[in-house]
């Protein structure tokens, strides 16, 4: 490694060793997040060539963990390439609902959503009454922004429970109100949300929705109740919901 940064950055003079020292921080850093998520073909190329695969990594896959459209979202699944493997098998034996089901929510993890809403459309087609694959295909075409398929799908599971995946299916699908203008509706859902649960992906959103309604002040108590709540969660709820309060900051500076 150290002769890789040598050739790369002259290896003399202080401004190539501060460039030399910056870019070894910057490799240990993609490369305990690409073993932290099991990428091992990204570590070997990042030992044998990290100039070039490091930043790849970075563009490639650590960046697109973090898009706009999943930021601050919680989304069904896991991410382990053996697993999809295994589910693979097991439907080419089987080819049972559920598996099309857990298949989808590994790549709607990964954000591979056109993949996982094919999965989900064939557990639907193999058992269109379960709550969980209607709620979940539901969740993705509203990542799409295809709020008007999505709909349906959201409102029947939360009529049928409105406590489905935590009230993570009702968010969505005021998400989805919101997103087809209707904002009475939406509001109404976040607060049913809101009434059993202190998400701050739900309050930011309602808080949002009342501001453009003009209800300022009802807007900035939600707010000050979210950096309130924030300030004495734990350490990982914080990391969870970071760009949220970001997010809330930059509305209560505004308003």
């Known amino acids: 490694m150290s002769l890789v ?35 091992w073909l990204w570590v070997v190329f990042m030992f044998l060539f990290p100039p070039i695969n490091t930043p790849l990594y970075y563009f490639l896959v650590y960046r697109r963990s973090g898009e ?5 979202f919680e989304l069904p699944g896991t991410h382990e390439r053996s697993r999809i493997k295994n589910i693979e098998s097991q439907i080419a034996h089987l080819d049972k609902a559920h598996h099309h089901l857990e ?8 954000g591979r ?10 557990a639907h087609e193999r058992d269109p009454s379960d709550p969980d694959t209607r709620a ?13 398929e999505a709909l349906p799908l959201l ?25 087809l203008g209707q904002t009475d509706a939406a509001i109404n859902t976040w607060g049913r949300v809101l009434a059993e649960n202190s998400y701050a992906r739900a309050r930011v959103q309602l808080a949002e929705l009342l501001a453009g309604k003009g209800e300022h002040e009802q807007a900035k108590s939600e707010l000050r109740l979210l950096l309130a709540d924030d300030e004495h969660a734990a350490g ?19 308003l």
């Not at 959503?113 to 064939?122: D, F, G, M, T, V």
């Not at 979940?136 to 008007?148: K, S, V, Y």
């Not at 409102?155 to 997103?179: F, K």
Request: proline share 2%; glycine share 10%; hydrophobic share 45%.
């Open 155 to 179: 409102e029947g599971v939360c009529a049928e429970n409105p406590r489905h995946d935590y009230g993570h299916t009702m968010m969505a699908l005021a998400e989805a109100q919101g997103a």
């Open 113 to 122: 959503l056109e993949k996982a809403i094919q999965c989900y459309h064939r």
């Open 68 to 72: 706009p459209a999943f930021r601050g």
């Open 136 to 148: 979940h295909l539901g969740q993705c075409l509203q990542r799409l922004n295809r709020a008007a």
């Open 236 to 254: 990982f709820q914080r990391k969870r919901d970071a760009a949220w309060v970001k997010r809330a900051r930059k509305l209560l500076g505004r």
């Open 103 to 110: 298949l989808g929510d590994i790549y709607f993890q990964q």
């Open 5 to 39: 940064l040598n050739s790369l950055f002259g290896g003399h003079g202080i401004l190539a060793q501060v460039f030399g020292i910056c870019f070894l921080a910057f490799w240990l850093w993609m490369l305990m997040d690409a073993i932290r998520r099991e990428e």
